[in-house]
């Protein structure tokens, strides 16, 4: 029989036959177990209709397919079986493992993953989205550097509590930063684990987290770009222009539809929205003024907006 490990994820807990970039944890008893395991894994989903995007759905089972990696089947929010191609990376077996596969299953037990990182400050989860450039997860170190709690890299789960209020979750302890911005925190690249096969880019650990617990959501930050000379400038967005961002930062937003989720999905970003706030953060990207800009959100979130 394989090993097994027990990690901490999300409002579960995952007993796995893989290895696992995860919070290694004790079997409480208190939050559900979901198991991860190796077995065979058919190529087509008996009843199921076309693959579209990337994933075959048949009731509450889903097969994703990533060529050249594995397959892995996802059933009921309650397991992954996972069928690596012959001679597959397994740094990229393990990086769609607790990426898309993930996501899935989050889906399916009525999570909402957004595609964001997330600190801890003032008592809630303040989360940072934008398109892949915007500096996520560099705004992450800053803010681990600075003495916060980082919550989660790439993605951030949120459960709602009986009464509606968004709580977010602890993710993966790490953070993915391309070589120039491992270096430029004072991490050499050469003691660090590739986070992708054949690209300059590392998972850096992050400080062990406590006991796993959520926090409630306060805030959703959009990265956006700013014009040249443009001043650095937040802006609340509320009604159909919040609902578009929260739904368009929807991890894996992509697998919805096809999952039949979509009404979920609304439910959930509008919920969200009851209990937190979206801004949008026009910000100058680059090295050069990261300090400052750092600088400006963190002060931004401290003042309370």
């Not at 979901?34 to 579209?52: D, N, S």
């Not at 684990?193 to 406590?210: F, S």
């Not at 222009?241 to 999905?265: E, W």
Request: proline share 5%; net charge negative.
């Amino acid at each position: 029989m394989a090993a097994e490990h027990l990690y901490s994820c999300f409002d579960f807990r995952l007993r796995s036959e893989l290895a696992l970039e995860l919070t290694a944890a004790s079997d409480d008893g208190e939050r559900e177990v979901v198991t991860i395991r190796r077995g065979p894994v058919p190529e087509m989903l008996p009843g199921a209709g076309p693959q579209e995007r990337g994933i075959q759905v048949a009731g509450d089972a889903v097969l994703l397919t990533v060529e050249g990696v594995a397959r892995y089947l996802v059933t009921g929010g309650r397991e992954i079986v996972v069928d690596q191609v012959p001679g597959g990376s397994d740094r990229n077996l393990r990086l769609f493992m607790l990426g898309s596969a993930l996501g899935i299953l989050s889906h399916q037990r009525g999570l909402l993953p957004l595609h964001a990182n997330a600190v801890v400050a003032r008592g809630g989860a303040y989360a940072f989205a934008g398109d892949s450039g915007a500096g996520k997860s560099t705004l992450a170190a800053h803010f681990a550097r600075a003495g916060y709690e980082v919550l989660c890299d790439d993605v951030c789960v949120v459960s709602f509590a009986a009464d509606g209020t968004p709580l977010a979750w602890p993710g993966l302890p790490r953070l993915k930063l391309w070589g120039d911005a491992a270096l430029a925190f004072g991490h050499d690249s050469a003691s660090l684990e590739r986070a992708i096969e054949g690209l300059d880019k590392y998972h850096v650990p992050l400080p062990p987290a406590g006991d796993p617990r959520p926090v409630p959501f306060r805030r959703l930050y959009l990265l956006t770009r700013a014009d040249d000379g443009e001043d650095t400038a937040f802006t609340r967005l509320s009604g159909h222009r919040a609902m578009a961002a929260a739904m368009a930062q929807t991890y894996r937003d992509i697998y919805v539809r096809p999952m039949g989720l979509a009404a979920q999905n609304f439910r959930q970003c509008a919920l969200l929205l009851a209990g937190a706030e979206v801004w949008q953060a026009r910000r100058a990207w680059g090295y050069a003024v990261f300090e400052r800009e750092a600088a400006l959100l963190e002060r931004h979130i401290l003042d309370g907006g």
